[in-house]
């Protein structure tokens, strides 16, 4: 019962207790309290009852940006409990997503506080790395909270704003950040659960790396959503269809099969995590996208090593089912996919029993939600920025909440649970190009274009420039070496 007791008991990876210890004021788990009790442990840590019966000490960190919420403690003190935990280390900042009881969904909050990270790292000159995980041993993120969506109700098309789009206006923002923020490595660890707005976190990220129990999707079909967070993006990259196969089936992904289709970069085994971020979090000098990647790669391993055993026994369903991926989800439209998928099925071929998967997920999918998303990629196949995309998917979120087949997803899904959702009929080609119709100029999305970001014109205004980001951060290590007042304060910025 003690807030500040040295020794409590893990339930996860890195964070399973950092949820409950983030309660506590002035207190959490640094990387290397990590990394001391594994060497006091069972350094591989493999199994998840071995990770749960491991010991670790806590050291002093950094609630940030904000503190959310204040509840009464034990004692009558005061308990401080956020959505977001923030290490601030000289070179990098460590990002934790903190809601484990909810697979750590994604709300407006943290959001909010995940973008005010990166700019914050931005306008540091000294921060060259931002890592994203997520707390607990079951997720990375499972996505956005539908469920705060769907308690705003349906908003028509000629109705004041659906106050839904706030939440799309600051995940689009922060996908957008991700990708484009100049001199800043983002790091994204995938483990667990990793689907929708998880996806976006992750894959506009410099460095994705995947563990053993990764399990990638998007699966917003099934709610009455289209897959978005930018993933007309980075799914068109995908050859052959598989962007498409995996928008509109919602697949699961394991950790090779995303090797395999570039969703990852890296692979890294559970008991490497907490090396390799000690490793990251020592680096104070010298940050660059090259560093960083030299970094992980000394902890990662080749995904289709022979010697692996728990990668040897992975399933490699793309691979073996490309030919009949391709076949079918080359079509540009949903009845041809569903008819070919049909025709393979009763083929009785090699692909039958894929085919046998594939169509009950279509068949579980919106007719709506298929139609929009296929149309998505489809126009987005030519655009060449992210921009592009993101503006696209937030004109059709916002015709989508004005839609019923999200309200009934969700309702049947995550609700009332009873799997029997009610989608309205299949739409026609006119009913689908209106979810495309451009937004009033108010309502468009708003993607930041921070002055510093861009080039500037004048040699000499860059270099003036340069020379003042240069004292600032001369000036703040020296005073940290002095460990004057001054230091002292300017440390907690």
């Known amino acids: 019962q003690n807030p500040h007791c040295e020794v409590m008991q893990a339930r996860g990876l890195l964070a399973g207790s950092w949820a409950t210890w983030g309660r506590v004021p002035g207190a959490c788990v640094s990387v290397r309290g990590v990394a001391a009790g594994l060497r006091n442990g069972d350094s591989a840590w493999l199994g ?36 977001v935990f923030v290490t601030n280390n000289v070179g990098s900042k460590f990002i934790m997503l903190n809601r484990p009881e909810v697979n750590n969904a994604l709300n407006l909050e943290m959001l909010e506080d995940i973008t005010d990270v990166y700019f914050k790292a931005y306008h540091e000159q000294w921060t060259r790395c931002v890592v994203l995980f997520g707390a607990g041993d079951k997720a990375f993120c499972s996505g956005g909270d539908v469920r705060s969506l769907y308690e705003a109700g349906i908003h028509p098309m000629d109705g004041p704003p659906a106050p839904q789009m706030e939440f799309f206006q600051d995940e689009y923002v922060l996908n957008q950040v991700i990708k484009t923020v100049p001199d800043v490595t983002t790091v994204a660890l995938m483990h667990g659960y990793t689907m929708g707005g998880g996806c976006g976190l992750s894959q506009h990220a410099d460095l994705r790396l995947v563990t053993e129990d990764v399990e990638w999707a998007m699966p917003e079909c099934t709610l009455g959503l289209v897959p978005d967070v930018g993933s007309t993006f980075f799914l068109n990259e995908l050859p052959d269809g598989v962007g498409r196969y995996l928008a509109l089936t919602g697949t699961r992904l394991n950790a090779k099969e995303m090797m395999l289709c570039k969703l990852a970069t890296h692979y890294i085994a559970w008991g490497q995590v907490p090396w390799m971020l000690e490793r990251i979090e020592s680096i104070e000098e010298h940050i660059s996208e090259r560093t960083i990647a030299t970094t992980v790669g000394l902890y990662s391993e080749n995904a289709f090593h022979s010697e692996n055993p728990v990668l040897v026994a992975m399933e490699d369903r793309l691979t073996i089912h490309h030919e009949a991926i391709k076949q079918c989800f080359l079509h540009n439209t949903v009845a041809e996919i569903r008819a070919e998928v049909i025709a393979i099925k009763d083929g009785g071929g090699e692909h039958a029993e894929w085919a046998a998967r594939t169509l009950p997920q279509l068949n579980a999918a919106s007719p709506t939600s298929l139609a929009v998303a296929l149309e998505c990629l489809r126009r987005s196949e030519s655009f060449q920025s992210l921009d592009l995309c993101l503006n696209m998917e937030f004109g059709v979120m916002r015709h989508l909440m004005a839609h019923p087949d999200f309200f009934e997803g ?84």
Do not use: C
């Open 48 to 83: 998840r009852e071995r990770r749960r019966s491991m010991v670790y000490r806590q050291y002093p960190f950094e609630v940030s940006p904000k503190e959310r919420t204040t509840n009464e403690g034990p004692r009558g003190t005061k308990q401080i409990t956020s959505n």
């Open 410 to 493: 969700v309702r049947a899904h995550i609700i009332d649970k009873d799997k029997t959702p009610n989608w309205a009929p299949e739409p026609s080609a006119a009913q689908v190009a209106a979810f495309f119709e451009e937004l009033p100029e108010e309502q468009r999305l708003r993607l930041p274009y921070l002055e510093e970001w861009q080039p500037l014109d004048d040699d000499l205004q860059v270099k003036r420039v340069a020379a003042a980001k240069r004292k600032k951060a001369e000036d703040k290590i020296e005073a940290l070496k002095l460990g004057s007042r001054d230091g002292r304060r300017m440390s907690k910025r």
